[in-house]
Structures are given as structure tokens and as C-alpha cells.
């Protein structure tokens, strides 16, 4: 059995107890270690290649599970596989308790950062399609999204798209999204957007995303306004 004294044997005990097969240890390492270690390899690779992994993998579970138009199905894609959906799932693996980080980065909680363990959940799937191949971390993606893929997930309208129908619906102006606050380090960053419609409101939202953030601005005023 192949072994790397930097990963820890807990860590590759609980790797293995949730579906993933360890070949290259040092791979899996890499996929867990935030660049605020200071380490030459990061996660930052993995989680580029995972991305597209999950993506596809998503997409074709999708036409074959759903008998929808291009625009529905691309719908339910992007919530499937956002940095929020890719975190819920690291946090129900478990994932926080084995990342990485330096000790600014910890201290500051980003173990628990929805932007860290999205991509961190990525670059355990990149890993996994190196180390394991397609065929396999397909079947770990189907199984650890079925809750999101047979709930709700991505199956209302998108906020955003709600609200620019409403406003044309409306005779209004489009919303404009302007981003008026961004605090906190790099990877557990914190945006506020305002979306405003002319001659009607504005609401604001903070959210670990600038893309989130409007989501959830175009949701409260949809709430408050529409």
C-alpha cells in the first residue's frame, strides 16, 4: 500500500471510509492544503481540474435524469455545482476537520469558509479522477450530490433571473449590482452588493462571493419588493 508520511493515517482513513481509493498519496495531500500554508503545491490545480469533473459529471446525470429544456437544466447545473452546494457537501463528509491551513488562515476560520471548502471539495474530486479515473468519481459525485440532485437544488428560478423578469415585467429599468463593501483576507473574503431598480429600491447583501452576494440581494428584494 502506498504511503506519504506527510498524510496523516487518520486522514487517509477517513479519505477511504467515505469512497475515495488512495494511490498516490501525495496527490491527496496537495487536494487538502490551502495556499496559506506556504507549501511549493497547493490545492489551487486540483480544484481547476475537479471543477470541470464535477461539472460534467453533474451535467450528464442531469440529461439523463431530467426530461427538461437546455435553459432548465442549465438552471439546476449552476446550483448544483456552485461554491455553496460544493461546500454543503464537503462539510456533510467531513472535510473541515482535515484541511490545511496556515495558522493567519485558521485563526481567522477558514476551515469553515464556504469559498476554501467549495474548492477544497473540488480539488478532492480532481484528485480522485487523477488517482481513481472517470468512471469512479462519477459514481462518488452521484452519490454524494443525490440529496441536492433529488431536492430542491437549482429547481426555483435563480433570484437574479426572477428579479430581471419582474423589472422588465414592470416597465422598470434593469437592476444595476454595484459592490460596496469587500473585507476580510483573500480566503475568507466577505462582499456586499446593493441591487438597485430605479424608481423603486435598493437592498444590500454580504455573502463569501461577489456572485452570492448578488443572489442574495436579487432574493431580499424580490422579497421585499416584488
Known sequence: MASDPRLPAATRAWLESVGFTITTPALWFEALTHGSTGDARNYDRLEFLGDRVLGLSIADWLYHHIDAQEGTLAQRLNALVSGQSCAA???SLGVPAHVRLGKQARDDGASESDNVLGDIMESLLGAAFIDMGFEPTRALVRRFWAEAVE???GRSKHPKSALQEWAAG???RAPVYEV???SGP???A???VRVSVHNVGAVEA???SKREAETEAARLFMEKFG
Open 190 to 192: 466577505r462582499f456586499t
Open 170 to 172: 414592470n416597465q422598470r
Open 186 to 188: 483573500d480566503h475568507a
Open 89 to 91: 457537501v464537503a462539510r
Open 151 to 153: 431536492g430542491h437544488t
Open 180 to 182: 460596496t463593501d469587500r
Open 206 to 208: 454580504t455573502a463569501t
